[in-house]
């Protein structure tokens, strides 16, 4: 009888031995194949933040791109013959760490992109490692469950006393916007116009150009949030069905608008109203009730965003649309004879197409769940509370700094400030100097009329010692 080959090979044509084949990351043997590969990757990402020495890599967009290249030149991206799992991990992972700009380091403070907690990115892992797919129930069986308990759990959280509340999970703010809009277009059958605050995410009227609908209009927001008295001016002058968005937490500012009185103003002319939460919304699941308190309202929307690789610590992507309803989910309704047949949704097997406007789909539910469960109310809390507080000690620091104006005290994470004695042109190159010289990573705003640097903290390990030498750090960067 003819040797049998040994697992994980495949005999080679016309040959007797066999040629060994890279191990998969599920199965039986899936974690004793992970394992030395992860610690080839931890040791190089340490390796490349220690490179790195700062927020992100100094030299700009030219001296990032040379590194880059030179890696992959030598010996190609796709070489004739391959450089083996360690050699590749390491180059590569060590490479992406050194060049990153690490939304864990203090100084690393431009944009809503959390630095992911540590128990989220290994559930993350682990989703990768089995891949499931959510678009049948037969590529994902627990992960379909899981993430359906998880958004009614959430959107039960989100909208108190609504016991057919449900949500759907999203690639972040933008894709969750774009899906409110559909389902409201489908709720009419005229054409909806859009409306919106000039304080709003740049996705939803760009959710009505890819939908076909009217232009979106924007209502001028000149204190940075919505005022219904222009709310209420606007839809006095248009027929027709109309889609209000809200903010819970805007981009430039992480300002709220007074949604009891926009959700008052929209039941006046029959207006549904979208909140835009994507931001701010975790905090209407906390357990501090002053939390909680700058989201009074925001059970009234008709749908809301939320996205938890903002203010929520998750690895991207980790969105949410939650709706008091889940049959106001129906239109997204989809059927495919290869993955929700009729009969097999009648036999009683799940049907996932209505859950996403995508066909293919990571669990990543799993993060949420995971970290939800790990920390529980009280931990979340805990979190939101330290990465409030931090924002409020900077603007602290700079209001009482001399040579520096703070716009004004922040609402969620985000503080608005400037040099004294700077123009915009000067600020704009001052935040251009601290990337390129790889100092600090800080974001830029307008509001009232001028230009601001703006600093999203999301960090809850950043300490009054961080924000000091932040503060300092500036200072030296501007008065020399």
Same mark, same amino acid.
């Given at each position: 009888?003819?040797?049998?080959?040994?697992?994980?090979?495949?005999?080679?044509?016309?040959?007797?031995?066999?040629?060994?084949?890279?191990?998969?990351?599920?199965?039986?043997?899936?974690?004793?194949?992970?394992?030395?590969?992860?610690?080839?990757?931890?040791?190089?990402?340490?390796?490349?933040?220690?490179?790195?020495?700062?927020?992100?890599?100094?030299?700009?967009?030219e001296a990032v791109t040379a590194r880059v290249r030179a890696a992959l030149n030598d010996p190609g991206?796709?070489?004739?013959?391959?450089?083996?799992?360690?050699?590749?991990?390491?180059?590569?992972?060590?490479?992406?760490?050194?060049?990153?700009?690490?939304?864990?380091?203090?100084?690393?403070?431009?944009?809503?992109?959390?630095?992911?907690?540590?128990?989220?990115?290994?559930?993350?892992?682990?989703?990768?490692?089995?891949?499931?797919?959510?678009?049948?129930?037969?590529?994902?069986?627990?992960?379909?469950?899981?993430?359906?308990?998880?958004?009614?759990?959430?959107?039960?959280?989100?909208?108190?006393?609504?016991?057919?509340?449900?949500?759907?999970?999203?690639?972040?703010?933008?894709?969750?916007?774009?899906?409110?809009?559909?389902?409201?277009?489908?709720?009419?059958?005229?054409?909806?116009?859009?409306?919106?605050?000039?304080?709003?995410?740049?996705?939803?009227?760009?959710?009505?150009?890819?939908?076909?609908?009217?232009?979106?209009?924007?209502?001028?927001?000149?204190?940075?949030?919505?005022?219904?008295?222009?709310?209420?001016?606007?839809?006095?002058?248009?027929?027709?069905?109309?889609?209000?968005?809200?903010? =819970?937490?805007? !981009?430039? &500012? @992480? #300002?709220? /608008?007074? +949604?009891?009185?926009?959700?008052? *103003?929209?039941? %006046?002319?029959? $207006?549904?109203?979208?909140?835009?939460?994507?931001?701010?919304?975790?905090?209407?699941?906390?357990?501090?009730?002053?939390?909680?308190?700058?989201?009074?309202?925001?059970?009234?929307?008709?749908?809301?965003?939320?996205?938890?690789?903002?203010?929520?610590?998750?690895?991207?992507?980790?969105?949410?649309?939650?709706?008091?309803?889940?049959?106001?989910?129906?239109?997204?309704?989809?059927?495919?004879?290869?993955?929700?047949? =009729?009969?097999? !949704?009648? &036999? @009683? #097997?799940? /049907?996932? +197409?209505?859950?996403?406007?995508? *066909?293919?789909? %990571?669990?990543? $539910?799993?993060?949420?769940?995971?970290?939800?469960?790990?920390?529980?109310?009280?931990?979340?809390?805990?979190l939101l509370d330290r990465t409030l507080e931090a924002a409020h000690r900077l603007a602290t620091l700079?209001?009482?700094?001399?040579?520096?104006?703070?716009?004004?005290?922040?609402?969620?994470?985000?503080?608005?400030?400037?040099?004294?004695?700077?123009?915009?042109?000067?600020?704009?190159?001052?935040?251009?100097?601290?990337?390129?010289?790889?100092?600090?990573?800080?974001?830029?705003?307008?509001?009232?009329?001028?230009?601001?640097?703006?600093?999203?903290?999301?960090?809850?390990?950043?300490?009054?010692?961080?924000?000091?030498?932040?503060?300092?750090?500036?200072?030296?960067?501007?008065?020399?």
């Amino acid at each position: 009888m003819p040797a049998q080959p040994a697992p994980g090979t495949d005999p080679a044509p016309g040959k007797g031995t066999g040629t060994a084949l890279p191990p998969l990351a599920g199965g039986a043997d899936g974690a004793t194949a992970l394992r030395p590969l992860l610690d080839t990757v931890l040791a190089a990402l340490q390796q490349g933040a220690a490179a790195r020495r700062g927020p992100l890599p100094s030299g700009g967009p030219e001296a990032v791109t040379a590194r880059v290249r030179a890696a992959l030149n030598d010996p190609g991206v796709l070489p004739e013959q391959g450089t083996g799992p360690t050699e590749a991990l390491t180059t590569l992972v060590r490479l992406l760490a050194e060049g990153a700009a690490d939304p864990a380091d203090p100084r690393c403070a431009a944009h809503l992109h959390t630095p992911p907690l540590a128990l989220a990115t290994a559930a993350d892992l682990a989703a990768s490692a089995l891949n499931p797919s959510l678009d049948s129930w037969d590529q994902a069986p627990a992960a379909s469950a899981l993430e359906a308990h998880l958004t009614r759990a959430l959107a039960a959280g989100l909208y108190p006393g609504r016991a057919g509340a449900d949500a759907v999970v999203t690639t972040g703010g933008t894709e969750s916007n774009q899906v409110a809009v559909l389902l409201a277009r489908e709720r009419h059958t005229r054409p909806v116009q859009v409306l919106h605050g000039a304080n709003a995410h740049h996705s939803i009227p760009r959710a009505a150009w890819l939908l076909g609908l009217p232009p979106a209009i924007a209502l001028p927001t000149p204190g940075g949030i919505l005022d219904p008295a222009a709310l209420d001016e606007a839809l006095s002058s248009l027929t027709g069905p109309v889609l209000v968005t809200a903010t =819970a937490g805007t !981009t430039d &500012a @992480g #300002l709220i /608008d007074p +949604l009891p009185a926009l959700a008052d *103003t929209c039941d %006046r002319h029959h $207006a549904d109203l979208h909140v835009d939460a994507a931001y701010g919304g975790l905090l209407a699941l906390s357990g501090n009730p002053r939390h909680r308190a700058l989201l009074t309202g925001l059970e009234r929307a008709r749908s809301l965003t939320l996205d938890l690789h903002k203010l929520g610590w998750q690895p991207v992507a980790a969105g949410l649309l939650a709706v008091p309803d889940a049959a106001l989910l129906t239109p997204l309704g989809h059927q495919a004879d290869y993955l929700n047949p =009729a009969d097999d !949704t009648e &036999a @009683g #097997l799940p /049907d996932l +197409l209505g859950r996403s406007l995508r *066909t293919t789909r %990571r669990a990543d $539910a799993l993060k949420i769940a995971a970290t939800f469960r790990a920390l529980g109310r009280d931990g979340l809390t805990q979190l939101l509370d330290r990465t409030l507080e931090a924002a409020h000690r900077l603007a602290t620091l700079l209001e009482a700094h001399p040579r520096f104006e703070l716009h004004a005290a922040p609402t969620l994470s985000t503080v608005l400030f400037r040099p004294t004695g700077t123009t915009d042109e000067d600020l704009a190159a001052l935040r251009r100097t601290l990337l390129h010289g790889g100092h600090a990573v800080l974001g830029r705003a307008t509001a009232a009329g001028r230009l601001w640097l703006k600093a999203t903290l999301l960090n809850p390990h950043t300490t009054q010692a961080d924000l000091h030498a932040l503060v300092t750090l500036l200072e030296g960067s501007t008065h020399r």
